[in-house]
């Protein structure tokens, strides 16, 4: 099986860069709210050794942005962390890691890799393969990117979110962030090219909502839904606290 990877109106000036999600105290709102998400619990500290199968293609789901097998992007947590702890016992599992990428395979990975990840996740080292991975891969292009389109905290952090379930590029039977972007594109400007950031960010949710609906396994758009729209809708730009959403029917607050 091929794995399918990968309100208020407010002027634009409301997004400045002064509200960057890249400050320690809004990068850890963005991780507790894609943890209600991908985890079902704000602790998201406490994803680095989850692990399991959730039926979506892409084999292997883990740790704390959901890094896959079939994808490729948990294969450069383990590589990067055998970098820094060459003896570690995931080393033994990347010949097969390589092997699986691109599909829902778990040969040569099963129990003994799923076991083996949740006893490293107690590693400094390997939470701190996950932090940087997530950053390289999700975080850091995001945000990049949202800033250079002149979008506030909020707008990084939903762009920041796309890149974690769609990934950048398209892949076959699914849209990446790049074509969900183009797409909002068509429908609004982005205030760094002088349009208006709620109407720009309202375009995008509703390319990104297009976009989940053609993949089975994203067909639930509360995240969309009932948290981004929900900040949204207040006009809060910045993703200032509280924060109060649901993601899958259970509600959520920060304070």
Known sequence: MLVLCAGCSTSSASGSASAGLDGPTKKDIAMRLVSSAENSS??????????????????????????C????????????YTKARPDNALARFLPALRAVEGSDSHQGLGSAFTT???????????????????DRIYFTP????????????????????????HGYGDAK???GFRTIRENALREAESPERGGDETAYLDAFLDARVAAMRREPSHTNTSRIDTEQRVFLDRGNLDLDPPLDWKTYGDSYHIG
Do not use: N, P
């Open 42 to 67: 704000l602790d998201w500290r406490a994803q680095y050794g989850y692990i399991e199968d959730i039926g979506d293609g892409r084999g292997y789901t883990a740790g704390i942005v959901g890094f």
């Open 69 to 80: 097998t079939g994808c490729g992007d948990l294969l450069h947590v383990v590589e990067r």
């Open 116 to 134: 083996a990840w949740k006893k490293a996740a107690e590693d400094k080292a390997l939470r701190a393969a996950q932090d940087a991975e997530r």
């Open 142 to 165: 995001a945000v990049s990117r949202a800033k250079a389109d002149g979008l506030g905290a909020l707008g990084q952090f939903i762009y920041y979110d796309a890149y974690v379930m």
């Open 173 to 175: 039977g699914s849209i």
